[in-house]
């Protein structure tokens, strides 16, 4: 078993940056795909960026380059730091975590996450 529980989310500015964590407790996760998904209201939820066991990372087209995503299997292992902020990026923010030894880029889909956080709230004003 695995616990998630993410810290970070603020309300900012356009443009601003925050640094979202995930601490894990429990199982070990260093073989685990990890992913931060974020969830608007009214919207579904939809994958941000994907970490393999490596720490090869995948990010969807609408934050790539401006979230950077970090894990450290030692400590709290998933990071995302967000810069360049916009409106449109605010939403609940949640870390999720699967057994996966593969790329993880795709695949495993949203629905065969294992593990969740409660989420962190981000809110992005103009």
């Known amino acids: 078993q695995v616990r998630l529980v993410e810290s970070g989310g603020a309300s900012v500015q356009a443009g601003g940056s925050l640094r979202l964590s995930c601490a894990a407790s429990g199982d070990t996760i260093s073989s685990h795909c990890m992913a931060w998904f974020r969830q608007a209201p009214g919207n579904e939820r939809e994958g941000v960026a994907r970490?393999?066991?490596?720490?090869?990372?995948y990010f969807s087209f609408p934050v790539k380059g401006r979230f950077t995503t970090t894990r450290d299997n030692a400590k709290s292992p998933l990071y995302q730091q967000m810069d360049g902020l916009k409106p449109e990026d605010t939403a609940m923010y949640y870390c999720?975590?699967?057994?996966?030894?593969?790329?993880?880029?795709?695949?495993?889909?949203?629905?065969?996450?294992?593990?969740w956080g409660q989420g962190t709230q981000v809110t992005v004003s103009t």
């Open positions: 999720a975590a699967v057994v996966y030894a593969g790329e993880c880029r795709t695949l495993p889909h949203v629905t065969e996450f294992e593990y």
């Open positions: 970490i393999n066991s490596s720490g090869r990372t």
